[in-house]
């Protein structure tokens, strides 16, 4: 049984920090591309950033560029993401995925071609 757990999350002013952590089971995690996506009220869920099977290939959605960072440890079977600079447009629950198979960058920025979901974690950003 496959499990993503998140953590991470919480309010911090806007130019805060926040690190998220998703913590994989079940899974070959060492070939697995993990996503982070993010879904605001009455909004579609996007990619935020998404990070290759060894770490070596990481890409990142324009608003977030500059900001946040993607990172993994295969060792400890578990992803991050760094957000600094916060802004109140960063507001919104916050998924760990993972997609299984060959990583193609096009196919890693679409939440439909993951195979496997955290709960999600809030992360409110206030002005």
């Known amino acids: 049984q496959v499990r993503l757990v998140e953590s991470g999350g919480g309010l911090v002013q806007a130019g805060g920090s926040l690190r998220l952590s998703c913590g994989a089971s079940?899974?070959?995690?060492?070939?697995?591309?993990m996503g982070w996506f993010r879904q605001a009220p009455g909004k579609e869920r996007e990619h935020v950033a998404h990070?290759?099977?060894?770490?070596?290939?990481?890409n990142y959605a324009d608003s977030v560029k500059g900001r946040f960072a993607v990172s993994r440890d295969n060792g400890k079977n578990t992803v991050y993401l760094q957000m600094d600079s916060l802004k109140p447009e960063d507001t919104a629950v916050y998924y760990c995925?993972?997609?299984?198979?060959?990583?193609?960058?096009?196919?890693?920025?679409?939440?439909?071609?993951?195979?496997?979901w955290g709960q999600g974690t809030q992360v409110t950003v206030s002005s």
């Open positions: 995925a993972a997609k299984t198979g060959l990583y193609y960058i096009d196919y890693a920025k679409l939440w439909a071609k993951y195979d496997y």
């Open positions: 079940g899974l070959t995690f060492g070939r697995s591309t």
């Open positions: 990070i290759s099977w060894s770490g070596g290939i990481t």
